[in-house]
T-cell receptor, first 118, second 110 residues
Framework: AQKVTQAQTEISVVEKEDVTLDCVYE???????LFWYKQPPSGELVFLIR??????QNEISGRYSWNFQKSTSSFNFTITASQVVDSAVYFC???????????????FGAGTRLAVHP | DVKVTQSSRYLVKRTGEKVFLECVQD?????MFWYRQDPGLGLRLIYF???????EKGDIPEGYSVSREKKERFSLILESASTNQTSMYLC?????????FGQGTRLTVV
């Protein structure tokens, strides 16, 4: 069965600190996708990144970077030099690519609330 | 620009009322999902549909039903609203591996 665990419920940092959000997943499929979403106070989910199971290259986008390690089933997200605007709830999600009746469920972790203080 | 629209941003309903939450997508996607979001629990899957008139239970279907009469519209129904259904409800339209979300409906049952 699919499962996503975000062990950190809340993280509080001061502006300019680096912060890493952890994500551990479980799946029996060999083909799957992992996602990170940001949910600011406005409530809408903002897509950040998608990574497929065959691509273990780390990715950097500005102050954001992602570390995907299949050996530990982890897909961690780091924000470098955090800013107040990074304050939000961040969700990690997993979707298996196996076609069970033609659909693919997207399963979320519980989320990590990040508070960045000036 | 792709769009998933939920009919209401905020709703207040009374215990025992029948409640309809509507979701419309304009991307011709087969797969549509309803999630419920509660603090500390993340987004939990209630129901999903992979085709017109097809539906599947998610992880927490109790107290809910759904309707998918047209491809673009997926409705979540609370047959008899209860206070423990007070929550944020999010609709998603998925064309694997891309997922698009509505803005959410914050439902309060009093």
């Amino acid at each position: 069965a699919q499962k996503v665990t975000q062990a950190q419920t809340e993280i509080s940092v001061v502006e300019k600190e680096d912060v890493t959000l952890d994500c551990v997943y479980e799946t029996r499929d060999t083909t799957y996708y992992l996602f990170w979403y940001k949910q600011p106070p406005s409530g809408e989910l903002v897509f950040l990144i998608r990574r497929n199971s065959f691509d273990e290259q780390n990715e950097i986008s500005g102050r954001y970077s992602w570390n995907f390690q299949k050996s530990t089933s982890s897909f961690n997200f780091t924000i470098t030099a955090s800013q107040v605007v990074d304050s939000a709830v961040y969700f990690c999600a997993l979707s298996e690519a196996g076609f069970s009746g033609g659909y693919n469920k997207l399963i979320f972790g519980a989320g990590t609330r990040l508070a960045v203080h000036p | 620009d792709v769009k998933v629209t939920q009919s209401s941003r905020y709703l207040v309903k009374r215990t025992g009322e029948k409640v309809f939450l509507e979701c419309v997508q304009d991307m011709d996607h087969e797969n549509m999902f309803w999630y419920r979001q509660d603090p500390g629990l993340g987004l939990r899957l209630i129901y999903f549909s992979y085709d017109v008139k097809m539906k599947e239970k998610g992880d927490i279907p109790e107290g809910y039903s759904v309707s998918r009469e047209k491809k673009e519209r997926f409705s979540l129904i609370l047959e008899s609203a209860s206070t423990n259904q007070t929550s944020m409800y999010l609709c998603a339209s998925i064309h694997f591996p891309q997922a698009f979300f509505g803005q959410g409906t914050r439902l309060t049952v009093v």
